[in-house]
């Protein structure tokens, strides 16, 4: 286990369907992050949290809803999403965000059918 | 034009080679330069860190920045086959700016 725990690993879901992904990391980082990866593209930051503030959303559709109860849990909470939205979604966390070295969970292997 | 460029391969060599993995970039305030290795189903992990300039030699692996021409490179020395896996790169500016990732270089070393 890196330190950072994602699940599910693997996810299958119509496009009218409600689902969350989890994340939760118990290296005492104060920021996390969601990234999607797509085949034969850069990884995409998608939000950053800072103690448990959103600090980031980069134009992310709002079908993707993102929560931070505390700073060792992070949501994604996904809904109507389209084909085009299957990826690997990995979670991430650091010190601060200030830092460089991010620890990465597994992934959750997202299919939108 | 793309902010970090990166070839996707896929990169044979046979072991024993050395290996050469590069990225150019676009944005001259990037600061911090990283290397991350993806196995497969595996999230990436950290392997080198470079800031500014320079060269960084950690074992098998030396990383090194030249940001006169926005380029950086990953050399693989002795490659073994535990080393075939994608290797991604990354930048940073500073302060809290989330990092900017290449697409990724598909490394197959050949036993």
């Known amino acids: 286990e890196t330190g950072v725990t994602q699940t599910p690993r693997h996810l299958v879901m119509g496009m009218t369907n409600k689902k969350s992904l989890k994340c939760e990391q118990h290296l005492g980082h104060n920021a996390m992050y969601w990234y999607k ?12 949290y800072s103690l448990e503030e959103r600090v980031e959303n980069n134009s992310v559709p709002s079908r993707f809803s993102p929560e931070c109860p505390n700073s060792s849990h992070l949501f994604l909470h996904l809904h109507t999403l389209q084909p085009e939205d299957s990826a690997l979604y990995l979670c991430a966390s650091s010190q601060g965000t200030g830092e460089y070295g991010y620890t990465f969970g597994s992934g959750t292997r997202l299919t939108v059918v | 034009q793309k902010e970090v460029e990166q070839d996707p391969g896929p990169l044979s060599v046979p072991e024993g080679a050395i290996v050469s993995l590069n990225c150019t970039y676009s944005n001259s305030a990037f600061q911090y330069f990283m290397w991350y290795r993806q196995y497969s189903r595996k999230g990436p992990e950290l392997l080198m860190y470079t800031y500014s300039s320079g060269n960084k030699e950690d074992g098998r692996f030396t990383a090194q920045v030249d940001k006169s021409s926005k380029y950086i490179s990953l050399f693989i020395r002795d490659s073994q086959p535990s080393d075939s896996a994608t290797y991604l790169c990354a930048m940073k500016r500073g302060g809290a700016d989330g990092l900017t990732f290449g697409k990724g270089t598909h490394l197959i070393i050949q036993p």
Do not use: D, G, I, R
């Open chain 1, 37 to 48: 990866q797509s085949a034969k593209k850069p990884l995409e930051l998608m939000f950053v």
